[in-house]
């Protein structure tokens, strides 16, 4: 018997936290406390990588790129009114350049969703957030010659903040899990 401890499903999406139909608002809300307290906890080094993978893994594209967006918004609010990043060209620049990467992030995440098979999904999930984190990094790298900030680039670094998206990751995997266990939304009430 494989490990699982998703259920199965017909369609591609491998997190079901909730009904469809609550999807994007809960996906959005779980974001947004994540972002929140990434932003507090890390500032600068808000897993989106890890925000990518679970999104993609329960939304549609267009929903997941929403959502990513408004999780990246959340962010910069919380980034320039509490944590006084500073105010000029570079910084706002940055803030796009992040915008941009987790929404490539997102769909990269999504594209690798799709063709990986259905089975073990926890190796599925980290195959995915190898991808989206390269991805990010990448997109964030190709900015330095124009923004700056090669240093942030150093080995030991990506090291840190890859292992710190992996361990998001597996948060934001058992939170979606312990919400479908425990049926916050009533999904059997309303099927039964």
């Keep these: 018997m494989a490990l699982s401890i998703l259920p199965p499903h017909t369609d591609h999406f491998r997190l079901h936290p ?7 608002m809960f996906c959005f809300a779980l974001l947004t406390a994540s ?24 939304l549609p594209l267009r929903p997941a790129l929403l959502v990513v967006t408004g999780a990246w918004l959340v962010n910069q609010c919380i980034g320039f009114s509490v944590l006084h990043y500073p105010v000029d060209a570079g910084t706002i620049a ?3 350049v992040i915008c941009a990467a987790a929404l490539l992030s997102t769909a990269a995440a999504s594209a690798v969703l799709r063709v990986l098979p259905q ?4 190796l599925m999930l980290a195959a995915t957030l190898l991808v989206a984190y ?3 990094e990448l997109a964030l790298f190709a900015a330095t010659p124009a923004l700056g900030g ?12 890859g292992l710190t998206s992996a361990v998001w990751l597996a948060g934001l995997v058992a939170a979606c899990e ?3 266990l425990l049926d916050l939304f009533g999904r059997r009430r309303a099927t039964a």
């Design 18 to 24: 909730v009904e469809p139909r609550y999807a994007s």
């Design 35 to 58: 972002c929140a307290l990434a932003s507090f906890a890390l500032a600068c080094a808000t897993p989106f990588a890890a925000f990518a993978v679970v999104t993609a893994a329960m």
């Design 94 to 96: 940055w803030g796009f």
């Design 119 to 122: 089975g073990r999904t926890p």
């Design 134 to 136: 390269a991805s990010y």
């Design 150 to 161: 090669e240093g942030a680039f150093t080995a030991a670094i990506l090291t840190r903040i």
């Design 178 to 180: 312990i919400v479908r």
